[in-house]
Nanobody, 123 residues
Framework: QVQLVESGGGLVQSGGSLRLSCVAS????????MGWFRQAPGKDREFVTS????????IYADSVKGRFTISRDNSQNTVYLQMDSLKAEDTAVYYC????????????????WGQGTQVTVSS
C-alpha cells in the first residue's frame, strides 16, 4: 500500500508559476511510475504528465508541453510538478498517482492516488 500526499497548490495569476509536491509513504517509491492528473469542475479527470521510475523519461499532455516539468527524487520519496506560464484553463484539482506499469497516461493504469491539491489561476 502506498499513500500519497500532495501539497503546493494555491492561487496564482495568469503567467505565474507554482510547484506541486507529492510525498509517498513506504520504501517502494522507486518501483512506481509516477503521474499527475487534474480535474476541473464539471470535467473528467485528465492526464497531465508521467515520469519513469529512475526519472530519466517523461511524457506530457499536449496542453502542458513546454510549460510543465515533472521530476522526482527517489531518495526523498517525492515527485514534483513545476508549472510555469500558467493559464486560467490550468485551474483544477491536481492529483498525484502511482502506477506499477510502464509510463502511463490513463487513469485506470494507476494503482494509488493522492487526495488532490487545488490550483487556481486568475486571469
Amino acid at each position: 500500500q502506498v499513500q500519497l500526499v500532495e501539497s503546493g497548490g494555491g492561487l496564482v495569476q495568469s503567467g505565474g508559476s507554482l510547484r506541486l509536491s507529492c510525498v509517498a509513504s513506504g520504501n517502494t517509491f522507486n518501483r512506481y511510475v509516477m503521474g499527475w492528473f487534474r480535474q476541473a469542475p464539471g470535467k473528467d479527470r485528465e492526464f497531465v504528465t508521467s515520469v519513469s521510475r529512475p526519472g530519466s523519461s517523461a511524457i506530457y499532455a499536449d496542453s502542458v508541453k513546454g510549460r510543465f516539468t515533472i521530476s522526482r527524487d527517489n531518495s526523498q520519496n517525492t515527485v514534483y510538478l513545476q508549472m510555469d506560464s500558467l493559464k486560467a484553463e490550468d485551474t483544477a484539482v491536481y492529483y498525484c498517482a502511482a502506477s506499477g506499469r510502464m509510463l502511463a497516461s490513463r487513469a485506470y493504469e494507476y494503482d494509488y492516488w493522492g487526495q488532490g491539491t487545488q490550483v487556481t489561476v486568475s486571469s
